[in-house]
């Protein structure tokens, strides 16, 4: 496996197995230089969102790195509060603006749930996921997916409209495992992408197994966390605005972690680790 690697969504488009995340990543000259060193680096797979309010540097960032448009994967997702088809419509063509691009790779509504409405959260993704399917019929969106989308929310999409998301993007590490999503996820032909990956590094640090591991592997806990990830056939994203943790995260193609030390990994918990919000309260 390398960087470039890809995998095969349901409907043949090619997805780099691990991806240059930018959450909060707002100042610019972070965000436009990140894309650039990211890309330098190997990486063609670039993770931003509406809500992260970065688009337009991102863009800037593909403009300046000086691959290929066609030789680039980019993500975007829809806002909590864009959901409903017009206003989805709307700002799906607003994000292609502001990231200057004539078509994403892949589209994704954020969040199932919006906080704080008396939507009907089944009838609002339906609607909002069929703006989606329309600007995917119309070739803006070469794919479409969702991300935090429990097993509920899943089942009402796949239930109800046309076309069956391609991807859910969730959050996925050791300590947060979400096997019921994965599952219903892989049974509806999805990707699964992991989202922060390396929340668990500092719980790690003490930890003597991981340690040895770090020592017999000649990795780090970051890449341990980010090898764990691709292992379980993961979509991988992963962020720093650091040149030096941007090769770091992506010098994870020549090791393969043992059976044995997947499954110490499956079965770490944290105690004080935040756990992924509950839909309800989205
Ligand atoms: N769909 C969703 O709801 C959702 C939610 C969260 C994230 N995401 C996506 O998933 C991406 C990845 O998640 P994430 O941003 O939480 O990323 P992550 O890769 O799990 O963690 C990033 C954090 O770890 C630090 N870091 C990066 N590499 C490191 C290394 N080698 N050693 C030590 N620390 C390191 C970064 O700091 P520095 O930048 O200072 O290096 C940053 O604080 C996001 O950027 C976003 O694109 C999606």
Redesign the pocket.
């Known amino acids: 496996m390398s960087l470039t690697d890809t995998y095969t969504l349901s409907n043949d488009t090619k997805i780099p197995a691990l991806g240059y ?4 990543v707002t100042n610019p000259e972070e965000a436009i230089q990140g894309v650039v060193d990211a890309v330098n680096e190997g990486y063609r797979h670039i ?3 509406q809500m992260y309010k970065n688009e337009e540097y991102i863009g800037q960032g593909i403009k300046k790195c000086g691959v290929p448009r066609n030789e680039l994967f980019v993500t975007s ?1 829809l806002n909590n509060t864009n959901h409903g088809y017009d206003k989805a419509r709307q700002t799906i063509l607003e994000s292609l603006e502001k990231l200057d691009l004539d078509y994403l790779d892949l589209f994704l509504i ?2 199932p749930v919006v906080k704080d409405t008396d939507l009907d959260w089944q009838q609002d993704n339906i609607d909002t996921w069929r703006a989606l399917e329309d600007l995917y019929d119309e070739g803006k969106l070469k794919a479409i997916g969702v ?2 989308f429990a097993v509920p929310h899943l089942k009402n999409i796949v239930e109800n409209c046309r076309i069956k998301p391609m991807v859910n ?1 969730i ?1 996925l590490h050791p300590g947060v495992l979400q096997k019921d999503t994965v599952e219903m996820s892989h049974n509806e032909n999805m990707i699964v992408e992991a ?5 668990p ?1 500092k719980h790690m640090k003490e930890d003597a197994k991981v340690q040895t591991m770090c020592t017999e592997y000649g990795k ?1 806990i ?1 890449q341990i966390l980010l090898r764990w990830s691709l292992q379980h056939g993961y979509v991988t ?6 040149e030096e ?1 941007i090769k ?2 992506a010098d994870i193609f020549d090791f393969e972690l043992s059976t044995e030390d997947m499954k110490y990994l499956d079965g770490l918990e944290f105690e004080d680790l935040d756990k992924p919000d509950d839909f309800e309260k989205r």
């Open positions: 995340g930018t959450w909060q993770d931003t969102a997702k954020h969040w991300s935090n993007q959050r989202w922060s990956p390396l929340s590094l780090s970051a994203l992963t962020k720093s605005v650091h943790r770091e995260n």
